[in-house]
């Protein structure tokens, strides 16, 4: 979450390749009318919720059950798993499953889709530079020569999981402090995250090519205002067709608002630059740190009808962070680490009651006119 300045490439001295007439024809958007039409036919998961899970904070499993049921209770329409690779096979050849499964059960008992985050090494398919630092498995993709190990590793997640998970992403925050370089200056390092979303992608999509995979889960913030370039860069390394949509984590640092709007703005304009018009975004992570209570539940309710506003069309899944507070942060929880809900939790739930209306109220049956005869009289 806590992010880097994106360090911009201008100093290169490189330039996008001008677009010829026929390229600008190809990848050409619609007009608005009919991007609307087409994102409003697609799936829309915007009430989603991160759980910080019993086994990060050392509690019994029953707490991962009882966060889904209230998750549920909440309106919640997905909830966010890891499946890491550092999880499953920390010893090579050896895995282990059986907490996720527990997971994705437990949260298809409780009618919420999953959204799987697969990020994270295990020290033996480490790069020679991570070898001997402290817990960078989440920071460094595998050496070269493992990735065979990677691919089996997801194409193993895709088949164990299918018709089980349908939506997955790569990485976190990589543009920020979630990738090789110390201090969180990762701005530039596009190119290998690219390399590895490539065979990542591919490796899903041959397994099951009915997924939805998201690229990015970029850090974007007022101290990281161009995240929008990192996006870019991706591109420039040909990422193009090797994702299904851009996630983003668009944090409203200020506590003044319900997001970065910019950043989504901006992330939207460089798809639809690359002829991608027709990817969405996913929202991953929002939320406020903040011991104002009665703030949070006004920037959720906020934000929540943000996200119902014609304005966002092309955002198709939002996912707040978290249910209780992350580990070392405090303040963005809607309930306290007991389980015990905070207001923001009740302006959740209340609104996601009230579309739930919206949308079953019946609609009073048409009233019938009486036939009318050509001449204008009644028959």
Excluded at 32 to 57: H, M, N, T, V
Excluded at 75 to 82: E, H, P, Y
Excluded at 90 to 101: A, I, M, N, P
Aim: glycine share 8%.
């Amino acid at each position: 979450m806590i992010g880097s300045l994106v360090v911009s490439l201008s100093f290169c001295g490189w330039a996008p390749p001008r677009a010829t007439a026929q390229s600008r024809s190809a990848d050409a958007a619609p007009p608005l009318a009919e991007q609307q039409a087409f994102f409003k036919s697609q799936p829309r998961l915007l009430y989603g919720c991160d759980l910080i899970l019993a086994d990060w904070i050392g509690k019994p499993r029953s707490y991962d059950e009882q966060g889904m049921k209230m998750l549920a209770a909440m309106g919640v329409t997905q909830v966010s798993i890891n499946i890491g690779w550092v999880d499953v096979e920390r010893t090579r050849g050896q895995w282990d499953f059986e907490y996720l499964d527990f997971l994705v059960d437990t949260a298809r008992k409780n009618n919420l889709e999953v959204m799987a985050l697969m990020a994270g090494t295990p020290d033996w398919a480490l790069p020679a530079e991570a070898k001997g630092k402290k817990r960078v498995g989440h920071r460094y993709p595998p050496a070269d020569e493992h990735k065979d190990a990677f691919v089996a590793f997801c194409k193993r997640v895709a088949n164990r999981y299918r018709g089980k998970i349908k939506y997955y992403h790569f990485w976190n925050e990589p543009n920020g402090c979630s990738w090789v370089k110390d201090g969180c200056a990762n701005g530039d390092g596009y190119a290998l995250y690219t390399k590895w979303l490539k065979i990542w992608y591919t490796a899903m999509k041959s397994e099951d090519s009915g997924l939805l995979l998201g690229a990015g889960n970029l850090d974007y913030h007022d101290g990281l205002a161009e995240g929008y370039k990192y996006l870019e860069g991706m591109y420039r390394e040909g990422a193009k067709g090797y994702f299904d949509t851009i996630a983003i984590h668009p944090y409203d640092k200020k506590n003044t608002g319900p997001f970065h709007l910019r950043g989504i703005r901006d992330t939207r304009r460089v798809l639809v630059a690359n002829g991608d018009w027709d990817k969405s975004i996913w929202i991953t992570e929002y939320g406020w740190s903040t011991p104002d209570e009665a703030l949070k539940a006004r920037l959720l309710t906020r934000a929540l009808a943000e996200l119902n506003s014609p304005s966002l069309y092309y955002v198709t899944v939002a996912c707040y962070l978290s249910l209780t507070d992350p580990p070392g942060e405090k303040g963005y929880g809607l309930c306290d680490k007991d389980l015990k809900p905070r207001p923001a939790y009740t302006a959740f739930k209340v609104f996601t009651q009230a579309r739930k209306r919206i949308i079953e109220k019946p609609t009073a049956p048409a009233r019938l006119r009486s036939p009318v005869s050509p001449a204008g009289g009644s028959k």
